[in-house]
C-alpha cells in the first residue's frame, strides 16, 4: 500500500507539473511538493516572484511610495519593542475598527468594522531567485544599501519602515513568542512553517479572502453570530507583512494566543460570511504604546482580540 500510494503521490505531481505554464510554475512546484494537501492562500499567491519580468518589477518596486502608503505596513508594538505609528493612522476607521475587547466576541455582540478591500491594496512581490541575487543583503547592517538600491531618501517614510521591518526581524525579544522568523522567499515562508509545525501533510491555514470573508472597502455594522475556534498557540503560526520594497512576511509562535472563525451579519443588508480573528490573553508584558492598547483606551493586561486582514496568514495543524 506505501509504494501505491508513493507511487500515487509521484504521478500527481507529475501531471501537476504539466499543467503549470506561469513564470511561477517552478516556485508553484515547490508549494505543493511541500504542503500537498493545503490550498495556497490568496494572499500569498499574490506575493509570488514574477521571473518573467524582472525588468519591470525593479522600475516600478524602486519608487518607493508604490509600497509605503500600503496597508502591508504592520503596526507593532508587543512586549516593549518597536512601534510605529501616526495619529492619522491610528484615526483611520480600517485600523482603529480592527481592535476590539474579547468580550466582544460573543453571540449577539454588535462590531463595526472596516474590512478593507484587497485589489490595489498591497503591490510587492517576492523577488525572484534571479533578482534576488542582485539585491543588497536584508539585514539592518546593510540599510544604506538598501535605501541607494531602491532610491529612498535617507529621511524618507521608506527609509524609516525599510528601517524599522529590518530591526523588527533582527530584534532579540519576539513579538509575544518564544520564535520570530522573517520570510524573504515563498520556499523560505513554507520551510519556516513546517519545520516549527512539524510536519506538511496536515497543514491549514486561514486568511482573510475575498471569497469567504467582509470585503466591502467601508466600515460597516456587523452582529457576531457564530464563533468556533480553529488553533491555539501550540499549533499555530501568525505570518504577518511589513513595510518593505519587496514582500517580507514576519512568522510568529503568539504565545496565549487563540484564533477563531466569527461568523457575521451585515447588518444592513443581512448577508452572513466568515471573518478570521486572533485574541492575546497575556498581554502584562507588552508595551502601553501598543497601538491596540491606544486605540481601546486599555492598558496592558487587558485580553485584546483582533480580526485578520488580507496579508494576514495564521499557520495551524488541522
Known amino acids: 500500500m506505501g509504494s501505491f500510494l508513493q507511487c500515487t503521490f509521484l504521478l500527481a505531481m507529475l501531471l501537476f507539473s504539466v499543467g503549470l505554464t506561469s513564470a511561477n510554475s517552478a516556485t508553484e512546484f515547490y508549494w505543493k511538493a511541500k504542503l500537498p494537501f493545503t490550498p495556497m ?43 510605529c505609528h501616526t495619529d492619522s493612522m491610528i484615526n483611520t476607521d480600517f485600523i482603529t475598527s480592527t481592535f476590539f475587547l474579547e468580550k466582544d466576541l460573543s453571540m449577539g455582540s454588535k462590531l463595526s468594522v472596516h474590512f478593507r478591500d484587497n485589489v490595489g491594496s498591497v503591490n510587492t512581490r517576492f523577488p525572484s531567485p534571479r533578482l534576488a541575487q542582485a539585491l543588497p ?6 540599510l544604506s544599501n538598501n535605501l541607494r538600491f531602491f532610491n529612498a531618501e535617507p529621511e524618507s517614510d521608506a527609509a524609516m519602515f ?24 515563498l520556499e523560505k515562508l513554507v520551510s519556516y512553517v513546517t519545520s ?9 491555514t486561514i486568511s482573510a479572502s475575498p471569497s469567504g470573508s467582509p470585503h466591502r472597502d467601508a466600515l460597516l455594522p456587523y452582529k457576531v453570530v457564530g464563533v468556533r475556534e480553529v488553533a491555539t498557540e501550540k499549533n499555530m503560526v501568525a505570518c504577518h507583512r511589513l513595510g518593505f520594497p519587496y514582500a517580507v512576511y514576519y512568522c510568529h509562535q503568539p504565545k496565549a494566543t487563540t484564533a477563531y472563525t466569527v461568523s457575521l451579519v451585515d447588518v444592513m443588508n443581512g448577508v452572513k460570511s466568515d ?22 483606551g486599555a492598558k496592558p493586561g487587558t485580553h485584546v482580540c483582533h480580526f485578520l486582514q488580507f496579508h494576514d496568514v495564521v499557520w495551524y495543524r488541522g
Open 41 to 83: 492562500p490568496k494572499s500569498v499567491i499574490d506575493s509570488l516572484a514574477t521571473e518573467d519580468n524582472d525588468d519591470v518589477w525593479l522600475s516600478t518596486h524602486n519608487k518607493a511610495h508604490n509600497w509605503t502608503h500600503s496597508y502591508e505596513v504592520m503596526l507593532k508594538g508587543y512586549e516593549g519593542g518597536g512601534h
Open 137 to 142: 543583503p536584508f539585514k539592518s547592517s546593510s
Open 162 to 185: 525599510m528601517n524599522l521591518t529590518l530591526n523588527t526581524c533582527e530584534h532579540p525579544n519576539p513579538i509575544n513568542g518564544k520564535k520570530q522568523y522573517c520570510a524573504t522567499s
Open 196 to 204: 516549527t509545525l512539524g510536519g506538511s501533510h496536515d497543514v491549514r
Open 275 to 296: 471573518a478570521y480573528a486572533v485574541c492575546h490573553s497575556q498581554t502584562s508584558e507588552w508595551s502601553p504604546e501598543y497601538v491596540g492598547f491606544k486605540i481601546l
